[in-house]
């Protein structure tokens, strides 16, 4: 019996009886024990003409990176790749790459002369796909992942950096090929490329120490425009604006602190900011909407606080200093934003092309419309920080715009004229109401809230303190009635709750209800109908937030005050879609579904007893799987579906309505499989419709709709489409079914469907249409406008949420690797912008990273090279980024070929950290 006919039987059986990787790994060391497989022999494997079975691949990859023991090792198979059929290539590769994806660093098994055997004999396959001009971009890209994945592995082996540099050349000829293809991946590879070879030498003369053209610290921050616009949109993003020491902070980027100079920084980066957000398709998000805000409540409140002796001369003098492409664009804008239905590269195109030379700064503003400076001047005299007559005097021409009469001081007037004191009405329309008499379209406290974005920013902030405060009273007091009348009444007042939250910031709000809703318990003497409405809209107030706020699973477990028990509200949000198994229920699950099936669809109504039995939260996760079985009653008609949906109308009373946001998500989830949506779509009109629904259930049953409405009303719409090209057949969907979830939220303002989805940068949204830009090529271009910031004659597209984004994508290694190369690249060709850009990469980082809670640990790791055990949650995200930073420079250290550029930046980032002054 020849060798090869062993390892082929092997592969047959091993085949036939479908084992585990494992089990193949075990027997082809047991073969290769009593007579060694060959080279020849794994060549012969490759070589069959048929597509490999993809269980023959996952041995293959498997086995090759798991065991280096036999001749089925990976330096063999790259060096007989090129005997396999162009398919069984692909297939490999793919299979390769996808396998070393999931090994760590500790699981691989090469020694140091193995890895220099992995290495050249790939090297020599990628040398035979280029020099036979291979025309399948499909093994060029499965190729180049491969080489990616192995260089990042593997790229500390001195023997790896010694065969990079020897092979430089043909990685360059290499990488230009895939570049010829359009491979995305070419940017990245080039990247691991550079990273892997150790340079023989760095300009001594890049030390910013000796050098005397090269800034003191911070001096290019403090000279730069683009600094203070950057802090400021990380301050709108993360917001932190209401912090008591913003000023003190903001004074750091100010290059010579006097109070007209940090008025001036401050007036001109919030421009050029809100000219951003606004122009550059941020659209009517929430980012867009705290920039008005800003402007218009928070700036006039800032003013104040810099106590200038002349407000109306100072402020003069900052507006004129306002670059006149920023004043033009605001100009040309209204309060609704900078021409929102143009709003696309065109509009910013023309307005970045016209001609900014005025004789005035506002001289060609058409005279009918008002912009968000008549809002901010209004402001300031309503704080009576100018005179009403300052308002003409700094419009000129463009005052007579706004034909509103100016106000005289900041106190708010309700329809009759009377004075409002927040306090007493806060008090008449909620705490002194009985709500359980009084119901919510009585209270007041509607119209109340419609008061709010009207208020000025003093009163704005004094509301939402008392909000805050009396939703901790309500807690504490364990008075959850009138907590959930506040509830309902803040979730049904969206616009007030977009202003609350930018006075509070959502993680506030959100803190005392998570923690209620956890631990929250109902007792025998209560009503439970009552229990269940309260939790209901307290769960769902919580819910609105955490979906259109985009709140990250990250934020939410911080904001936890034990971890030692599992958290609901987190649960919950995190298994949305999903419903429990009928055949995992354990015998008191079993009893509360029988329970509530009976209640529901046999007649035997809702007893104080079945709520006795089972906890709102149980209700939460049940009703689902509830709702998914009368589904399949219908589909397999074991039910009568007008019974179903008589038994699905009780979810449309109060104390239940809260539930149909999992109904709704699991029928989403269902209704894209495009199976059975006659059905489904039948039993969710009965849920969706409002007709016979008033009152309270009205109120409850629009915010869930607000909450989930956009995701249904997607997928419907998905069917609709598919149907009219007879991918699927049936009726169409009823369009009353459309029409009311499309009257249920504002379908422009929807941009997160789901709720815990990563937002992405409008960059990267925008450049995944594009197949010749790779994430890292597109951050290290916004890298370079922004060092370039000062010499930009257009409006500049800075993208806040870039840098975020880009870690959460690659990565925090691959980010330090690429800012480090691109400091080596300029370096090359100007020392003195190499060292800008080694204080605008650390300064990044710092305003990203550093929190007033974490300032002292990261410091502490940094100078001590060692990360510490026990952390703030604050200091986590930045953990990642430290652990990387530290092994590299340790081991910089210790090689002064690659030091000097790492060392410079690591004492960068020392020096910014210590001196920025984060926001409390």
Known sequence: MTTNFQLHTLVEFCLKKRTTPLVFQSLLKQINHKQEISVQDVTDLLKKETDLDPLLLIYISTSSLGDNTTNLKLSVILNALHAATSSNQLLILSSLASQLRILTDENLPFTSYEVSDVISSFINYLKFLSSNKSEDVQILSSSA?????????????????????????????????????????????????NKSIKRTSISASFSTSTNPNVPSHLSYIKINKSAKTIWLSNAIETWSTHNDN???????????????NVLNDLISASFEGYVIASNLNYGTSITTQNWKLFLTKRLPVLIGQLHLKNVESSL?????????????????????????NNNNNNNNNSINNQDSNFDDMFSSFPSTVTDIRHDILRSLIALQLLPQSAYASILKQDATADTRSLPSNDEIRDSLGNVVDLKETLARTLTDINVEFTPLEDSGLLEFLQLIPNMEGTKQAEISRLILETIELNIKTDDVGHLYRLALALASSKDSLVVILFHLSPSVVIKPLLNLLDTWSTSDDMNFQEAYASFSCIFLLLLLIVKQYNIPLEQLITLRDSTDKESFCIKYITSLGTSVQFDTLDSRASEVFAGWVSALFDSGGISDDLMRLSTVQECYELFPLIFQQAFIGCKQNLSDIETIKGGLEYFLQPFLLGTLIGIFAWAENSLWKFQDVDILSNLLKTLINQSELSGEALYIHNIVLSIYGPNLLKVFKAIEKSRSSSAISGHSIDPILITNLESSFDIE??????????????????????????????????????????????????????????????GEEALLENLLHEINQIQLLNLKSSANLIELSTYLIATNYITESNKSQVLKCLKTEQLIRNVSFSFKPIKRLLKVLIKRKKDCDLNVIEGEILKLFYEKLIETIETLIPLS
Request: aromatic content about 8%; cysteine-free.
């Open 145 to 193: 992942e491969l080489s990616h994945g192995l260089l990042t592995k593997l790229q500390h082996e001195s023997s790896v950096q010694q065969l990079l540099q020897s092979n430089n050349e043909f990685f360059v000829s290499y990488i230009d090929l895939l570049r010829s293809k359009s491979l995305l991946i070419a940017e990245d590879l080039e990247l691991s490329f």
């Open 246 to 260: 913003f000023i003190q902070s903001f004074e750091q980027l100010v290059k010579i602190k006097t109070n007209q």
């Open 316 to 340: 003069t003098n900052s507006l004129n200093l306002v670059e006149p492409k920023i004043s033009q664009a605001i100009k040309q804008s209204t309060f609704d934003g900078l021409d929102n």
């Open 749 to 810: 303002n929807v941009k997160i469907l789901n709720m815990l989805d990563f937002d992405t940068s409008r960059t990267f949204d925008k450049s995944l249409t594009k197949d010749n830009e790779s994430l890292i090529h597109i951050f290290n271009n916004q890298l370079h406008l922004l060092l370039n910031w000062n010499q930009q004659t257009q409006i500049v597209d800075y993208d806040a949420k870039l840098f975020k984004t880009t870690i959460k994508i690659i």
